[in-house]
């Protein structure tokens, strides 16, 4: 009785599927725990953020009940509202920079050219988009809304505030002790300092709805390609 031969190049074939299968399954799983990794990075920005603005509100609160004018401390509470808003965006937008590099990395920076109209001096790495970010002051609600937007896939629609006017009382009260451009001195009350906090407040919210959605449609695209 002869002895069956054995197809080498048919057991190849199928080791090179299965392994090509199991190579298909492990960038799924990569891809999942880079998710987790994002999750782990937002979660403590989104808590110290909540907790930095209960500790502001206690100040708001002692403002809203004093009869006198306090100026200076209207001043220099809506100063901080506005620089735990701008450390939350900018600690986000440098997480979110991150995992989209991940996903794409030349995609990605095509599309941060794109956006910030850089026809010239293009960035050409995730590594300089990144350095770019970690730069640039981003303080502005409006065009924070634009840039989430388009670069993250998020659907705000509204920043709740008017972003032209907060940042001329941030940069007069920050570098000019108070007076504007014509040297007018910018007068705050504690009513301004309540509605930017409640209207900020909104926005993070509407955000951290945002960064739900964005992980789980991340989630879904992963359970669709590698299920």
């Keep these: 009785m002869e002895n069956e031969e054995i197809d080498f190049d048919e057991f190849d074939k199928e080791l090179d599927s299965i392994m090509s299968k199991l190579n298909h399954l492990f960038q799924g799983w990569n891809k999942l725990l880079n998710l987790l990794d994002l999750a782990e990075e937002l979660e403590p920005k989104l808590h110290e953020t909540e907790n930095n603005l209960n500790e502001i509100n206690v ?3 002692f403002i809203k009940n004093e009869g006198t004018d306090k100026n ?3 001043a220099a509470i809506y100063c901080s509202i506005l620089s735990i808003f701008e450390g939350f965006i900018h600690e986000l937008l440098l997480i979110l920079n991150k995992c989209e590099t991940s996903k794409d990395e030349a995609s990605f920076v095509n599309k941060v050219n794109h956006f910030e109209n850089r026809v010239r001096n ?6 300089e988009v990144f350095d770019f970010y970690l730069k640039k002051t981003v303080n502005n609600p409006d065009k ?3 840039l989430f937007n388009k670069l993250f896939g998020f659907n705000l629609k509204d920043s709740y505030v008017d972003s032209e006017k907060i940042i001329k009382y941030r940069n007069a009260y ?4 108070g007076y504007d451009g014509e040297h007018k001195k910018l007068s705050l009350s504690a009513t301004d300092v309540f509605d930017l906090y409640q209207n900020l407040y909104k926005l993070i ?3 951290s709805k945002n960064i739900r959605a964005y992980l789980d449609n991340h989630i879904n695209d992963i359970y669709q390609i590698y299920d």
Excluded: V
Excluded at 174 to 177: C, K
């Design 122 to 127: 293009k960035f050409s790495s995730a590594s």
């Design 59 to 61: 100040l708001i609160e």
């Design 72 to 74: 200076q401390c209207c």
């Design 144 to 146: 924070i809304i634009l």
């Design 174 to 177: 920050t570098h000019r002790n």
């Design 205 to 207: 919210s509407e955000i």
